[in-house]
């Protein structure tokens, strides 16, 4: 499963740049390497199909070529399923891309099976096939490091010299200090981000892995623009007077978190919150939105507004103390919620045998729901549906729909369904919702996703929580779940030290660093890459230490993390 999930996580790394029509293919075509057109792509029915075409074949035939020079891996269509990404066939009126888009395509070989060996995955542009990503997943993630990390590097500096143009003086080497955890990790990962001026750059980067039981090269990414227009390098004002603006919109708010030392309980401490507040324009002075002009809209009913609000609403009763009453349970849940009767195929966790998991397929509507019930403390853990994907039938995602009900008349839906399963859990939550509009993305949400916390006393207990996903459109249900656990204690909240203390211990270790970031927004709108010189928040040493500060010893919480040190020359 690992080389699954590290395949599309590098599928995901040209996200930004891709979002194409798809194309997958199985390789047992007869063909495939020798241009024959004739043979249509047959794959898992969950992907779309349709036939290949001579671009296919020659961006699958590069990315052969590449994985040969790049890794001297020599790849067999026929043992692989292929897709390929097309960023041109991809437009969207809510995001256009601005007028210095480079058109990229992507190959990913995935193996036909979990263990049929590691896949591959290359992108590069379609203007001069200059390479954005390749990676080479044929990976054995249980064997042991043979060399130091410091080796490795000098191995990935000599591939970056032998395979790309890069002038790596135009960038400085980021050195990650591993958590235990890392330590015997059989990658080796190293990350260059670019300067200028001797300021660091957010928007351009390298990526190299190595594999330290093998000493090769496995994966490279590079996100580099040649010509960009840089602000003047000279702040406004000193790191102290943006630290002084920034900290006016911290927050410090008392919540639960799981013992670092014992999971079965929970301990009071402070969260530092600096989502708006932990950069700040260099030259404007002002508090720099990342996401560009953002309006809070918050949310909120009493615990009386919400009695009233569901007094009408008769929880759902059900008795689930075995298989077979979990089962009649699940029926009658999925006849209350969605109004239909579909026939259940039962399975079990294989991480606990009390849940019993029930799923149906309504094949007319291309639809399947489940729902999961614990038989040990009946009750529900979560319910919903999702799009089935049936062979020949293709289900076609809906496009450009509009909502027919706000934020606020959803948020209200959500209570009152959730009023339905969850409610003793309903008695027991914060009910404030949080809704933020970007102004680079005004659009209102097909869906509406809400969390509702664990409060104890006055306290919020996050890791605890129900949730519901609301189709805005139709205007029902698409999932709800209850993450909770009764056995969890909770220490007292006497003794606490005061919020102020907390904000100081928090912002003793910190200062505010240059550096320069990409504004999206305005990049967006001028269809040009535009730089700010901005004040970021960070840790005096280099060492992140987090923001979870022990309400009773007015320590920090640790909790095992990768610590990220002062930047060093190449």
Known sequence: MKKYKKLIALSMMTAMLTSPAISFADSNMVGMDNGVLDSKLTVP???????????????????????????????????????????????????????????????????????????????????????????????????????????????AKEFLKDKTDLDLSQFTYKVFEESPYNQEYVMGDYYYQRVHEGIEYDGDFISVSVDLSTGKVVSFYQNY????????????????????????????????????????????????????GDAVDAHTKNIYYFGGPVTIEKFNMTPDEVSNLTKDIK????????????????????????????????????????????????????????????????????????PMYIEGMPYDMPTNQKPVINYKQAYEMAIKELAKIAPEQLKQVDFEQVNYVYESNPYTPAEYYFTFPRKVESAEFQEQFIDIRINGVTKTVESMGIYWDDKKTFDSLEGLIKPEQAMEKFLSDKSMQLRYTLDYNQTQKTGEPVIKLIYSLVSKDGHYSGSYIDAKTGKYIDYPVMYAEPAVAP
């Open 225 to 276: 623009t040649k010509s960009l227009k840089f602000p003047d390098a000279t702040p406004k004002l000193t790191a102290e007077e943006a630290l002084k603006i920034a900290k006016e919109k911290f927050t410090s708010e008392l919540k639960y978190v799981t013992s670092p030392s014992d999971e079965k309980r929970a301990i009071p401490v402070y969260i530092i919150d600096t989502a708006f």
């Open 45 to 155: 029915a969950v992907i779309e199909q349709r036939e290949l075409t001579k671009r296919d074949l020659e961006a699958i035939d590069y990315a052969k070529a590449i994985m040969k020079d790049y890794f001297g891996t020599e790849l067999k269509s026929e043992d692989y399923i292929l897709d390929v990404f097309y960023s041109s066939d991809y437009n969207d009126e809510q995001f256009p891309k601005d007028k210095n888009f480079r058109e990229n395509i992507s190959v990913s070989f995935m193996p036909k099976s979990e263990n049929g060996g590691g896949g591959a995955y290359v992108a590069y542009y379609e203007d001069n096939k200059e390479i954005i990503s390749v990676s080479n997943m044929n990976i054995d993630y249980e064997a042991k490091r043979k060399m130091t990390k410091e080796k490795g590097h000098e191995i």
């Open 315 to 386: 929880p759902i009763e059900f008795k689930a103390e075995n298989k077979g009453q979990a089962v009649e349970a699940a029926n009658m849940l999925l006849k209350e919620v969605y109004g239909v009767e579909l026939t259940p195929k039962v399975e079990y966790s294989e991480y606990d045998p009390n849940n019993v998991y029930v799923t149906y397929k309504d094949t007319k509507a291309k639809l399947e729901y489940y729902v999961s019930i614990n038989i040990s403390d009946n009750k529900v853990l979560f319910m919903g549906r999702m």
